[in-house]
């Protein structure tokens, strides 16, 4: 089955780096798009980057763009999400999800995600 | 950039009511539009997609309809495990989109 786990989640300061990992299985991975939402403390879903699934194009929300970059290694089903200059308004939970193929670019499976805190 | 609103923001009802929540776009998506359910500590599930096309293993309670800027998602019938918060979704842009979320919970 479909199954996609995140990691390196935690605490940083602000100005600092962090990387995100998912590892996914259960699909051929170097077919699809791949993304990264996030989802603040008491807020709404977010959604922070995408990777598509020609292996190139890449696409990011305003509040991440210049800071943040997504990338892919599909030889160990791998999606990352490098995360730098990191601000208190970072904090969420992140959540790494697959674009679903024929589904009109909806997400079709999401990861449990993980937490990253930025604070002082 | 493409905005997208919901409301209403929050509802309360009833098992067994029949429930709509309303999207809106700030320019036409075509029907290139999602909605899913999220329920707390948990991932979010795709419920419908394009924006009248239920996703595999979805109950037919939910439906959804819509084009161009106004779209809806209906329950027919709500069951316990409904109370949720609701996020519709734009898949037209490259920006990926979501709407604030109504949540939805027990009157």
């Known amino acids: 089955q479909v199954q996609l786990v995140e990691s390196g989640g935690g605490v940083v300061q602000p100005g600092g780096s962090l990387r995100l990992s998912c590892a996914v299985s259960g699909f051929t991975f170097s077919k699809y798009g791949m993304h990264w939402v996030r989802q603040a403390p008491g807020k709404g879903l977010e959604w922070v980057a995408v990777f598509w699934f020609d292996g190139t194009t890449k696409f990011y929300g305003d509040s991440v763009k210049d800071r943040f970059t997504i990338s892919r290694d599909n030889s160990k089903n791998t999606l990352y999400l490098q995360m730098n200059s990191l601000r208190a308004e970072d904090t969420a939970v992140y959540y790494c999800?697959?674009?679903?193929?024929?589904?009109?670019?909806?997400?079709?499976?999401w990861g449990q995600g993980t937490l990253v805190t930025v604070s002082s | 950039d493409i905005q997208m609103t919901q409301s209403p923001s929050s509802l309360s009802a009833s098992v067994g009511d029949r429930v709509t929540i309303t999207c809106r776009a700030s320019q036409s998506i075509a029907s290139y539009l999602n909605w899913y359910q999220h329920k707390p500590r948990t991932a979010p599930t795709l419920l419908i997609y394009?924006?009248?096309t239920l996703q595999s293993g979805v109950p037919s309670r939910f439906s959804g309809s819509g084009s161009a800027t106004d779209f809806t998602l209906t329950i027919s019938s709500l069951q316990p495990e409904d109370f949720a918060t609701y996020y519709c979704?734009?898949?037209?842009?490259?920006?990926?989109?979501f709407g604030p979320g109504t949540k939805l919970d027990i009157k």
């Open positions: 394009s924006a009248s």
């Open positions: 999800a697959r674009m679903g193929l024929e589904l009109g670019s909806s997400i079709d499976y």
């Open positions: 979704q734009e898949s037209y842009s490259t920006s990926f989109t």
